[in-house]
């Protein structure tokens, strides 16, 4: 993968180069480190955080249940006309910014390419889990809806899209069950990356430690003008991998009293945003849902982030992630919980 620096070996593939982490690191070599490859999921309230094969295999029988899964989105009221509780306390409406010229990359468990409200954009797509990127999960079509999604749905639905004029790339890194592998999210992020994307949202993660990988993967993306952005985990424990890379920006999840979800993990935070009983787009049929999760709350800050980076060709990278900091509306609570506060959109 050669815009991170970042090559995925197998056990025999280390074995026949005569790689080991003892021989490496005794020697003056151009390989930084050598690490596990982590299982990662989709960071819905409900997920798991496993680790091995023989867990992680349970966890994609047990995502083959698709109905119990969706139960969400087949039980959700009706919003009130106009935006979505997420976009008013983000200042999406009060926003003359609509993402236009910012390509917005979503690593997640693909699309529905047939929705009716993404009818007519641009979208680029690209598959790393051996599956069509048509989202048979839903998971990925709700983020890109939040992200991405249009400023006037038809009928009485309520505007639950941020950047509706940003160009989409969906790449999908998850499974139809929500589940995947370092490197999938890897090869995304490479993917992304090359493409020039501006912003990359990832809504998934697992609860391990830092990762050399992704962390070299977020220093790429700066230095080639891109913001990763990724979901800080729902295990109400320590922020999870990759949003534990200091070079990847970490959300938080907001209740809509602006209080941190009670799932929420904390420790590295740079940002926080609306994750609870967001509505959103979801595959046909059902077309529109409600889920709640950090994964909810990323896609919040990358829409603003498309916003805030069509404000100025300046605003990349680095200096993006800076000013979305400076920005944030200040919130009475630890750091470590909601990082600097509330995403805000630019007028």
């Not at 074995?15 to 490496?24: H, N, P, R």
Request: aromatic letters at 6%.
């Amino acid at each position: 993968m050669p815009e991170i620096g970042v090559a995925v070996v197998s056990n025999l593939g280390m074995q026949t180069a005569g790689l080991s982490i003892e021989a490496e690191a005794a020697s003056d070599s151009a390989i930084q480190t050598i690490e596990d490859e982590y299982f990662v999921f989709a960071q819905q309230e409900t997920s798991d955080y496993l680790r091995g094969f023989l867990k992680a295999t349970e966890a994609i029988i047990a995502g083959l249940e698709l109905d119990q899964m969706r139960k969400e989105e087949l039980d959700f009221e009706a919003e009130v006309a106009g935006a979505t509780w997420g976009l008013v306390t983000c200042r999406i409406p009060q926003s003359s910014r609509s993402g236009a010229g910012v390509k917005v990359a979503v690593l997640d468990t693909g699309m529905d390419l047939g929705h009716p409200d993404f009818a007519g954009r641009p979208i680029v797509t690209s598959s790393f889990v051996g599956q069509p990127v048509q989202d048979l999960h839903s998971h990925g079509t709700h983020c890109i809806g939040t992200a991405c999604g249009p400023k006037a749905p038809a009928g009485s639905i309520p505007r639950y899209g941020i950047a509706h004029s940003a160009s989409i790339f969906v790449g999908k890194v998850l499974s139809n069950s929500g589940n995947g592998s370092s490197a999938s999210v890897l090869a995304g992020m490479n993917w992304a990356i090359a493409n020039g994307c501006a912003v990359i949202s990832m809504s998934l993660g697992s609860q391990s430690p830092v990762q050399a990988a992704y962390t070299a993967a977020g220093q790429a993306a700066l230095n080639r003008g891109c913001l990763i952005i990724a979901a800080a985990g729902n295990a109400s424990s320590n922020t999870g991998a990759p949003a534990n890379s200091p070079t990847i920006m970490s959300v938080g999840s907001l209740d809509q009293t602006l209080v941190p979800s009670n799932f929420s993990n904390f420790g590295k935070m740079e940002i926080a945003a609306p994750g609870r009983d967001v509505f959103s787009s979801v595959p046909r049929p059902t077309r529109y849902g409600t889920k709640s999760g950090t994964s909810m709350a990323t896609p919040h800050v990358a829409g603003c982030a498309a916003l805030w980076a069509q404000t100025s060709p300046s605003l990349r990278g680095q200096a993006l992630w800076n000013r979305m900091l400076q920005a944030a509306r200040p919130l009475p609570f630890p750091q470590a919980k909601v990082g600097r506060g509330l995403v805000q959109a630019p007028a």
